[in-house]
Nanobody, 122 residues
Framework: QVQLAESGGGLVQPGDSLRLSCAVSGRTFSNYAMAWLRQAPGKEREFVAAIWWIAGNTYYADSVKGRFTISRDYANNTMYLQMNNLKPEDTATYYC???????????????WGQGTQVTVSS
């Protein structure tokens, strides 16, 4: 079993930056696909970014490309999402997820964190 725990959400203004963290614990961690997905009120959960835990290859949704950066600290079992130039439409609950493949849909991931709220508002 893999446990995921997000942190770092908050209330920021448009144009601000925020960094989310996802601490990974549990069974020995192999080459999972790790991802960030988000869900805004009244909307379906959507893919934001993903990374192969060992290889480090990254993938992004078009809506965040050039503004968000996904990364991982292999030694400390932590994944990050650096979010720059935040926009009101980035407001959502952000979830950390892990699975066996890179997937654009939430059904492709097996393990989930509890979520952290990001609100972008002036």
């Amino acid at each position: 079993q893999v446990q995921l725990a997000e942190s770092g959400g908050g209330l920021v203004q448009p144009g601000d930056s925020l960094r989310l963290s996802c601490a990974v614990s549990g069974r020995t961690f192999s080459n999972y696909a790790m991802a960030w997905l988000r869900q805004a009120p009244g909307k379906e959960r959507e893919f934001v970014a993903a990374i192969w835990w060992i290889a480090g290859n990254t993938y992004y949704a078009d809506s965040v490309k050039g503004r968000f950066t996904i990364s991982r600290d292999y030694a400390n079992n932590t994944m990050y999402l650096q979010m720059n130039n935040l926009k009101p439409e980035d407001t959502a609950t952000y979830y950390c997820a892990a699975g066996y493949r890179i997937a654009s849909g939430s059904s492709g991931y097996t393990y989930w964190g509890q979520g952290t709220q990001v609100t972008v508002s002036s």
